[in-house]
T-cell receptor, first 113, second 113 residues
Framework: TQLLEQSPQFLSIQEGENLTVYCNSS?????LQWYRQEPGEGPVLLVT?????EVKKLKRLTFQFGDARKDSSLHITAAQPGDTGLYLC?????????????FGKGTLLTVNP | EAGVVQSPRYKIIEKKQPVAFWCNPI?????LYWYLQNLGQGPELLIR????????DSQLPKDRFSAERLKGVDSTLKIQPAELGDSAVYLC???????????FGEGSRLTVL
């Protein structure tokens, strides 16, 4: 069973601050996805990373996949109240019919105005 | 384009009663997932369909849970009888391919009294 550990579990910051959340595993993933979920809604995909060492930017969000494809980080610059939500990472396992997407438990981010 | 549609949004039942959830995926998406999400946790896979075939139901508690995806489009998830511990949000997601982005519905929140 592939497990993903996300840290911190909870994070409360002031508007304008920077933050980094982490997603770690002892397993290698073929890909890693980051989702954001707002209260009462389903998760929405932010990014998919597939190559070790890959860095992707989405406005103020920077995603990095670890060189060994076992971990990932999400950095938010100058956080805004609209960034509030549950950030979930999901690792993709082997391909074909055995493909599995495993979710972490998430980081609940609150950005206070 | 319409997203993933789930119903009902909310359901309150007494324990030992049956309950059913319905999901209409995005048109053309062959892969359909049912997830269970407890408060503050990440989604946990219950079952994955490729067209009408359940290719991964290893996490589905088959003594009380059942699912079907007739004609490879809509899907229903049933619980009979419901237990107190089944209170959670049941998320449906679809994807254009096995390793692709998941598009989630808003979820069905179940409360078992």
């Amino acid at each position: 069973t592939q497990l993903l550990e996300q840290s911190p579990q909870f994070l409360s910051i002031q508007e304008g601050e920077n933050l980094t959340v982490y997603c770690n595993s002892s397993s290698v993933f073929s890909s890693l996805q980051w989702y954001r979920q707002e209260p009462g809604e389903g998760p929405v995909l932010l990014v998919t990373v597939v190559t070790g060492g890959e860095v992707k930017k989405l406005k103020r969000l920077t995603f990095q996949f670890g060189d060994a494809r076992k971990d990932s980080s999400l950095h938010i610059t100058a956080a805004q109240p609209g960034d509030t939500g549950l950030y979930l990472c999901a690792g993709g396992g082997s391909g074909g019919s055995n493909y599995k997407l495993t979710f972490g438990k998430g980081t609940l981010l609150t950005v206070n105005p | 384009e319409a997203g993933v549609v789930q119903s009902p949004r909310y359901k309150i039942i007494e324990k030992k009663q049956p309950v059913a959830f319905w999901c209409n995926p995005i048109s053309g998406h062959n892969t359909l997932y049912w997830y269970l999400q407890n408060l503050g946790q990440g989604p946990e896979l219950l079952i994955r369909y490729e067209n009408e075939e359940a290719v991964d139901d290893s996490q589905l508690p088959k003594d009380r849970f059942s699912a079907e995806r007739l004609k490879g489009v809509d899907s229903t998830l049933k619980i009979q009888p419901a237990e107190l511990g089944d209170s959670a949000v049941y998320l449906c997601a679809s994807s254009p391919r096995v390793t692709g982005e998941l598009f989630f519905g808003e979820g069905s929140r179940l409360t078992v009294l």
